[in-house]
């Protein structure tokens, strides 16, 4: 059974930091793995997706790294801003048919 | 393109009375939509999957007798929940999956409170 992990829980950095988030899967065999972001009371806004076959997606200040075999992907903001504060998810689905299974988040702070 | 929407936004509803909230595909069509429960602070769990045109399959401990799910064109899922309690208080997201990519779209979510 997949399940997904993330490190730390919440994070509070001062602005123009760098910060890394952490995700962790038990079960390698993934299609995809996909960085949201969520503010609070809303829906989700997705960031980057990874496909299984790459090892890295980049978006304006987001990096999202994947290791398949390590069960790992990590997501690093450069120059973090205070309007980067929100809840960031990991979620992996394990086939173009299946289920996305969402790790528990992480809840950003930037404090200007 | 890709855009899912949800409606309502948000709803309060009295305790026993069932409200049904939709989930739709505006610019593509999708086999399979799922719906997603998330409580305050904790991350979204996976409740049912529909496909269009057939019965829903519902994830352990969802009661499908309570949350109704009806995916009866390739654009529209409902989600039905009877006899409403307060515990069923909740932020509840869909998702649909394309029939070209596959990935999985999210709408924007429906706070539920049941007073």
């Known amino acids: 059974k997949q399940e997904v992990t993330q490190i730390p829980a919440a994070l509070s950095v001062p602005e123009g930091e760098n910060l890394v988030l952490n995700c962790s899967f038990t079960?390698?065999?993934?299609?995809?793995l996909q960085w949201f972001r969520q503010d609070p009371g809303k829906g989700l806004t997705s960031l980057l997706l990874i496909q299984s076959s790459q090892r890295e997606q980049t978006s304006g200040r987001l990096n999202a790294s994947l290791d398949k075999s390590s069960g790992r992907s990590t997501l690093y903001i450069a120059a973090s801003q205070p309007g980067d504060s929100a809840t960031y998810l990991c979620a992996v689905i394990r086939t173009s048919y299946d289920k996305v299974i969402f790790g528990p988040g992480t809840s950003l702070s930037v404090i200007p | 393109g890709a855009v899912v929407s949800q409606h309502p936004s948000w709803v309060i509803c009295k305790s026993g009375t069932s409200v049904k909230i939709e989930c739709r595909s505006l610019?593509?069509?999708?086999?399979?939509m799922f719906w997603y429960r998330q409580f305050p602070k904790q991350s979204l769990m996976l409740m049912a999957t529909s496909n269009e045109g057939s019965k829903a399959t519902y994830e352990q401990g969802v009661e499908k007798d309570k949350f109704l799910i009806n995916h009866a064109s390739l654009t529209l899922s409902t989600l039905t929940v009877t006899s409403a309690h307060p515990e069923d208080s909740s932020f509840y997201i869909c998702s649909a999956r394309g029939t070209i990519s596959y990935e999985q779209y999210f709408g924007p979510g429906t706070r539920l409170t049941v007073t």
């Open positions: 610019d593509f069509q999708a086999t399979t």
């Open positions: 079960d390698s065999a993934i299609y995809n």
